[in-house]
């Protein structure tokens, strides 16, 4: 059975212009990878021009009540843009806000121990703030609606010490060795509650609920340009455990994915690393989704249930992502050879193509 090796945190990630390559448990103070040396090849450019080419990204995934969906955060440094998405699970309707921001000093931050990022658009208010001294995670955001969208609202509140919890931490050659991608993730409890309310509708307010939230940090030094796709899904397995995992297969994989990569599983609060993946979907991204792997620790299928496309064209920016509300069949090992087996389970896959 696939096996990688997990490790304590280091202090730092990035050692005398080296990255520290290998897949920790807990989290640094910092998730940073700034200084590289000629990640880009060996002529010598400083590294402050180096490091404009990191970029940013934080994700959080929420599953509470009738609802499922994410909160996504990209920091390009010149730009930054947010976008909260998601679904109601009984209607399957789908609700999409977004918001682009001007050049900030850093619009995702460095510190995993305390920190938080605000969007203060009038219209599109989202805070994300964690804090480990006072045990918490929450997630609040008031959306404006218009005349294609409700307004809608949540408060979400996540402690660090409830069980069952997880947190990994991945440094990955991207793709390679000379440069790395960071990836900081936790599993977590949630409870919380969210209001729909149309313009001549009365609020729709999901009474306070108990969840599985998904939180990630990622750093990298982007390619110019990058494609990729990545299953995010958490919830109850068929023998009644709580289940979250992140899979993910894209340009920026390291050369050995066998011995680096990104891709967990949590299981009743314990990581297991799991194999590099196959990622594909033969009869179009609306159509069934297979996630195989060859170890036999992942044979998964994935049903797409809605889609939301979203395009921007900014300055050099160009990107497009497909988020894929969907349902996941199949099997998963963990690290004891247990097998995890998954009916209906509720899943979202984003396919990306970056240009920068």
């Given at each position: 059975?696939?096996?990688?090796?997990?490790?304590?945190?280091?202090?730092?990630?990035?050692?005398?212009?080296?990255?520290?390559?290998?897949?920790?448990r807990?989290?640094?103070?910092?998730?940073?990878?700034?200084?590289?040396?000629y990640?880009y090849?060996?002529?010598?450019?400083?590294?402050f021009?180096?490091?404009?080419r990191?970029?940013?990204?934080?994700s959080?995934?929420?599953s509470?009540?009738?609802?499922?969906g994410?909160?996504?955060?990209f920091?390009?440094?010149?730009?930054?843009?947010?976008?909260?998405?998601f679904w109601?699970?009984?209607?399957?309707?789908?609700?999409v806000y977004?918001?682009?921001?001007?050049?900030?000093?850093?619009?995702v931050?460095?510190?995993?121990?305390?920190?938080a990022t605000?969007?203060?658009?009038k219209s599109r208010?989202?805070?994300i703030?964690?804090?480990?001294e006072?045990d918490?995670?929450?997630?609040?955001?008031?959306?404006?609606?218009?005349?294609?969208?409700?307004?809608?609202?949540?408060?979400?509140l996540s402690?660090?010490?409830?069980?069952?919890?997880?947190e990994?931490?991945?440094?990955t050659?991207?793709?390679t060795m000379?440069r790395c991608?960071?990836?900081?993730?936790?599993?977590?409890?949630?409870?919380?509650a969210?209001t729909?309310?149309g313009?001549?509708?009365?609020p729709h307010?999901?009474p306070?609920?108990?969840g599985f939230a998904?939180?990630?940090i990622n750093?990298?030094?982007?390619?110019?340009k990058?494609?990729?796709?990545?299953?995010?899904?958490?919830g109850?397995?068929?023998?009644?455990?709580?289940?979250?995992?992140?899979?993910?297969?894209s340009?920026?994989d390291?050369?050995?994915p066998?011995?680096?990569?990104?891709?967990?599983?949590?299981?009743?609060?314990?990581?297991?690393?799991?194999?590099?993946?196959?990622?594909?979907?033969?009869?179009?991204?609306?159509?069934?989704?297979?996630?195989?792997?060859?170890?036999n620790m992942?044979?998964?299928?994935?049903?797409p249930?809605?889609?939301n496309l979203?395009k921007?064209s900014?300055?050099?920016l160009?990107?497009q992502?497909?988020?894929?509300y969907?349902?996941?069949e199949?099997v998963?090992?963990?690290?004891?050879?247990?097998?995890?087996?998954?009916?209906?389970?509720?899943?979202?896959?984003?396919?990306?193509?970056i240009r920068l």
């Amino acid at each position: 059975m696939y096996t990688r090796p997990v490790s304590d945190s280091p202090e730092h990630l990035i050692k005398n212009g080296k990255p520290l390559f290998g897949t920790y448990r807990g989290h640094t103070e910092r998730l940073d990878i700034r200084g590289v040396k000629y990640p880009y090849g060996t002529f010598p450019l400083p590294t402050f021009i180096t490091n404009l080419r990191i970029k940013s990204r934080l994700s959080y995934f929420f599953s509470v009540g009738e609802y499922i969906g994410c909160l996504d955060i990209f920091d390009a440094k010149v730009i930054g843009f947010a976008e909260v998405c998601f679904w109601n699970t009984q209607t399957k309707q789908r609700f999409v806000y977004r918001s682009l921001m001007g050049l900030r000093k850093r619009l995702v931050p460095h510190k995993l121990t305390t920190a938080a990022t605000v969007c203060y658009k009038k219209s599109r208010y989202i805070r994300i703030n964690w804090d480990r001294e006072n045990d918490r995670l929450s997630i609040i955001f008031s959306l404006k609606g218009d005349a294609h969208r409700p307004s809608s609202r949540a408060a979400l509140l996540s402690h660090f010490s409830a069980m069952p919890n997880s947190e990994l931490l991945c440094v990955t050659p991207s793709p390679t060795m000379r440069r790395c991608s960071a990836s900081y993730v936790t599993a977590l409890p949630l409870h919380g509650a969210v209001t729909v309310q149309g313009a001549k509708e009365a609020p729709h307010t999901m009474p306070d609920a108990d969840g599985f939230a998904f939180f990630e940090i990622n750093r990298v030094y982007m390619r110019f340009k990058s494609h990729g796709e990545f299953l995010t899904a958490f919830g109850t397995s068929a023998e009644g455990r709580s289940v979250q995992f992140r899979i993910a297969a894209s340009s920026q994989d390291a050369v050995d994915p066998d011995k680096y990569n990104s891709n967990v599983l949590f299981c009743d609060g314990e990581a297991t690393p799991l194999p590099p993946v196959v990622i594909t979907h033969p009869y179009g991204i609306m159509n069934e989704w297979i996630i195989q792997d060859t170890e036999n620790m992942v044979d998964l299928t994935f049903t797409p249930v809605s889609e939301n496309l979203n395009k921007i064209s900014v300055f050099v920016l160009r990107t497009q992502y497909h988020t894929i509300y969907g349902t996941l069949e199949g099997v998963l090992r963990n690290s004891k050879g247990e097998k995890i087996s998954l009916k209906n389970f509720p899943g979202l896959i984003k396919k990306y193509l970056i240009r920068l």
